[in-house]
Nanobody, 123 residues
Framework: QVQLVESGGGLVQTGGSLRLSCAASGSFFSINTMDWYRQPPGEQRELVATLTSGGSPDYADSVKGRFAISRDNAKNTVYLQMNSLKPEDTGVYYC?????????????????WGQGTQVTVSS
């Protein structure tokens, strides 16, 4: 079984910083894309940042220049460094990964989600 476990959320004032972590555990061949999504109160989940294995990061326009996504492939962990936080960054942040596993002798790619971590930015 594969699990994504997030940590690092919390309450911060406007202009502050937080660093989120998401570690993948279990039995799998490789991790392809790792992403961070967020769901603001009363709104739909939206993509914040994405990073493919060995690729360049991509960001939502609303966080460009403030957030940075990175990976430690040896630890199967993805990070989201969030700087210059604004109240509109408030929401539940979810880690997502596309992970390749062995299924009955063949390799298949599955989509996994973390449980979510709350980020609250006070004005």
């Amino acid at each position: 079984q594969v699990q994504l476990v997030e940590s690092g959320g919390g309450l911060v004032q406007t202009g502050g910083s937080l660093r989120l972590s998401c570690a993948a555990s279990g039995s799998f061949f490789s991790i392809n894309t790792m992403d961070w999504y967020r769901q603001p109160p009363g709104e739909q989940r939206e993509l914040v940042a994405t990073l493919t294995s060995g690729g360049s990061p991509d960001y939502a326009d609303s966080v460009k220049g403030r957030f940075a996504i990175s990976r430690d492939n040896a630890k199967n962990t993805v990070y989201l460094q969030m700087n210059s936080l604004k109240p509109e960054d408030t929401g539940v942040y979810y880690c997502h990964a596309e992970i390749a596993r062995n299924v009955m002798g063949s390799t298949a790619v599955f989509s996994y989600w973390g449980q979510g971590t709350q980020v609250t930015v006070s004005s």
